[in-house]
């Protein structure tokens, strides 16, 4: 009944029933999923100015579905959406800017466009904000507002932003050295999986910093951020093998194991240990 409903509409030229019929040939709501007649008529509803539509033309021709995958295109419709104040369009763009796809290379302007998609709450334009900010690229270095722009972020439950942020309280970089606060951020970032956060949590543990020293905890976290894959922890948890340190009894086959791991994934630290064992 809808498709009936917006077919008629949109054959009338209505652009949000053309947008909504593009919609459902994506999705495959009510109709056969069919990428080439969401094209087709989110470009009648686009050409008529509408945003939404302006943002999907702009995802299609990025990732070449139901078109020939065509950047300069995509910058092009992603401009068209973002001169309208759509956040996601404007956050595309600065992605576009900074990486120099559809367009040159630009950090400047990436800038510009994530600062305006931050500033309508899109999550990932502060988390790179933040980042921009820390490092000076495109901005005047800031480690106040790169602090300021993770929080935002962090607010809104990134994993990134809340590790960024523990990391930022640990080395006190745009806010007062806080041991404690470092280990609740990591703590929020662990929970959702974040691998790196895993690790730095385990060392927190390890050490007592900013929280009460436990090797049990340790341990636990640097398995759950090395069977993620972080090179950090498979190392720690070779030495700790290696050594038979926190609450691990000494195993020379474990430890080599997850040093290797730990080596193939690039720490040179632990290719110079296996170089000596071996």
């Not at 990436?110 to 980042?131: M, P």
């Not at 404690?180 to 970032?189: G, L, M, P, Q, T």
Request: charge should be neutral; avoid cysteine.
């Amino acid at each position: 009944k809808a498709f009936e409903w917006y077919s008629k509409a949109a054959a009338q030229g209505d652009p949000s029933a053309q947008f909504n019929l593009g919609e459902m040939y994506e999705y495959g709501r009510g109709v056969q999923k069919d990428d080439v007649k969401a094209f087709e008529w989110y470009s009648k509803a686009a050409a008529q100015g509408d945003p939404s539509a302006q943002f999907n033309l702009g995802e299609m021709y990025e990732y070449g579905r139901g078109v020939q995958k065509d950047d300069v295109k995509a910058f092009e419709w992603y401009s068209k959406a973002a001169a309208q104040g759509d956040p996601s369009a404007q956050f595309n763009l600065g992605e576009m800017y900074e990486y120099g796809r559809g367009v040159q290379k630009d950090d400047v302007k990436a800038f510009e466009w994530y600062s305006k998609a931050a500033t309508q709450g899109d999550v990932d334009a502060q988390f790179n904000l933040g980042l921009m900010y820390l490092n000076g690229q495109g901005v005047q270095k800031d480690d106040v507002k790169a602090f300021a722009w993770y929080s935002k972020a962090a607010a809104q439950g990134d994993p990134s932003a809340q590790r960024a942020l523990g990391l930022m309280y640990l080395n006190g970089r745009g806010v007062q050295k806080d041991d404690v606060k470092a280990f609740e951020w990591y703590s929020k970032a662990a929970a959702q999986g974040d691998p790196s956060a895993q690790n730095n949590l385990g060392l927190m543990y390890e050490y007592g910093r900013g929280i009460q020293k436990d090797a049990t905890k340790a341990v636990e976290w640097y398995f759950k951020a090395a069977n993620n894959g972080n090179a950090t922890a498979q190392f720690n948890i070779g030495q700790s093998y290696l050594n038979g340190s926190n609450g691990l009894s000494k195993n020379r086959v474990e430890a080599l194991n997850w040093l290797r791991k730990s080596a193939n994934n690039g720490v040179v630290q632990a290719k110079l240990i296996l170089a000596e064992l071996q």
